[in-house]
């Protein structure tokens, strides 16, 4: 692993819901144009594979 982050879930006014994961931007500087994966650990034990992710849809909060 290279990094750590967390899962956050929001809801629109719409009634939609979105999923973020969220990082440290020192965690994804080095993924440019790479293809990187999430692993999540399983209560119980063991990990999930998340689908596999990019680097151009990460986001980079406005403060920083």
């Given amino acids: 692993p290279v990094g750590t982050g967390f ?3 929001a809801q629109s006014s719409g009634g939609r819901y979105w999923h973020f994961f969220v990082t440290a931007k020192h965690v994804t500087d080095g993924l440019k144009g790479k293809e990187f994966y ?3 650990n399983k209560i119980g ?14 986001r980079h909060h406005p403060a920083k």
């Avoid at 596999?52 to 990460?58: E, G, I, L, T, V």
Wanted: without cysteine.
């Fill in 7 to 9: 899962f956050v879930v």
């Fill in 38 to 40: 999430v692993l999540v």
């Fill in 45 to 58: 034990g063991g990990v999930v594979v998340s689908v596999k992710w990019w680097k151009s849809s990460a």
